[in-house]
């Protein structure tokens, strides 16, 4: 199977962390409350420990290997200002084996 997911079928996990990923640039006032505290955004999403600091912490390999969605992994680094290279160096370190996330 071709993609980013390892299932076929994105884990609950996976969910949680694009339900963030919309949420975050989708709803009035979610932006601002993530840009605050993403430790405190994220604390009431059941996500794994480290997803959650995946997300935290802007790990564009880690959430495109845990099944972020790529055109809401795209936004989110585009609303947080991540720049174009940070977002391409991220997944071509995921492509060539060199992430360690």
């Not at 994105?10 to 694009?18: D, H, K």
């Not at 009431?44 to 912490?57: G, K, N, Q, S, Y």
């Not at 995921?94 to 360690?100: L, N, P, R, S, T």
């Amino acid at each position: 199977m071709s993609g980013n997911w390892v299932q076929q079928i994105p884990s609950q996990s996976a969910y949680w962390m694009n339900k963030v990923l919309f949420e975050v640039h989708h709803n009035d006032g979610h932006l601002k409350r993530y840009l605050a505290s993403p430790e405190q955004y994220l604390a009431a999403v059941p996500m794994p420990e480290t997803l959650r600091a995946a997300v935290r912490d802007n790990d564009i390999g880690a959430m495109y290997l845990a099944g972020a969605n790529p055109y809401l992994l795209r936004a989110h680094c585009l609303g947080l200002r991540i720049s174009e290279l940070d977002f391409v160096t991220s997944l071509k370190a995921i492509a060539q084996g060199d992430h360690h996330g």
